[in-house]
């Protein structure tokens, strides 16, 4: 069974970078798409960025295109999202997922296994 776990949250000033990891302590992740969704305060959750199972393809939502980047180490069980030029909005918890569909799906209802979710948090 999936066990999702979020890790690499934290503060970071406008403009500044973080890098978030998506681990199953399971070790079965390679079997599944991963998507990434967040939700600030008093904010319905919204989609961030999926990648398939195989890493060969990737969807972003507008708002963080060409800013986020969403890759995999199948080797490792891990994906990663690179986030670079962070703002203010970003601010958010953090959700990983898994899709045993395999898709890039922006539906979270596509996603069977949630992490706990990592706090962001963008200072001004």
């Known amino acids: 069974q999936v066990q999702v776990v979020e890790s690499g949250g934290g503060v970071v000033q406008a403009g500044g970078s973080l890098k978030l990891s998506c681990a199953d302590s399971g070790g079965t992740l390679t079997n599944y798409a991963v998507g990434w969704f967040r939700q600030a305060p008093g904010k319905e959750r919204e989609f961030v960025a999926a990648?398939?199972?195989?890493?060969?393809?990737?969807y972003y939502a507008d708002s963080v295109k060409g800013r986020f980047t969403l890759a995999r180490d199948n080797a490792k069980d891990t994906a990663y999202l690179q986030m670079s030029s962070l703002k203010p909005e970003d601010t958010a918890v953090y959700y990983c997922?898994?899709?045993?569909?395999?898709?890039?799906?922006?539906?979270?209802?596509?996603?069977?296994?949630w992490g706990q979710g990592t706090q962001v948090t963008v200072s001004s």
């Open positions: 997922a898994a899709n045993p569909w395999g898709g890039t799906s922006t539906d979270s209802d596509s996603y069977n296994y």
């Open positions: 990648i398939s199972w195989s890493g060969d393809h990737t």
